[in-house]
């Protein structure tokens, strides 16, 4: 079992909920409570979420796995903040800053799968 605490990624993944969490989802209108902010919260907690339950994994295949899940909740959140950006829920430095930090964590979450697959493919 890894220490998911001792992870760079889900240091970085941590940081993205939070960050949404704080700054972002609260901007949003009340009406968008049960639609975007929703959808918005539950993508941003998934991923550090993952990498977590993945951690809990015996095998690398099984990690990976966990990993992918969280790539699509990246892209999800991705999304979600564009739609808020050209809604005008959020100012374009917070689109600017969020989105930073979305693509910093998909980049660590491709590099940690492609360790992960590179390894499994080891003798």
């Known amino acids: 079992m890894r220490d998911y605490k001792k992870l760079e990624v889900w240091k970085k993944a941590h940081e993205l909920n939070m960050f949404i969490k704080k700054n972002i989802a609260t901007q949003f209108p009340k009406e968008e409570r049960f639609e975007l902010t929703?959808?918005?919260?539950?993508?941003?907690?998934?991923?550090?979420?993952?990498?977590?339950?993945g951690c809990g994994r015996f095998t690398d295949k099984d990690f990976a796995h966990f990993l992918d899940n969280a790539l699509g909740s990246a892209n999800e959140i991705d999304y979600c903040c564009l739609c808020a950006s050209e809604l005008k829920y959020i100012s374009e430095d917070d689109y600017l800053k969020v989105n930073q930090l979305i693509s910093e964590v998909r980049a660590m979450l491709i590099s940690f799968l492609k360790f992960l697959r590179s390894a499994g493919k080891k003798p």
């Open 38 to 53: 929703s959808q918005l919260t539950r993508a941003s907690l998934s991923i550090p979420l993952n990498i977590v339950e």
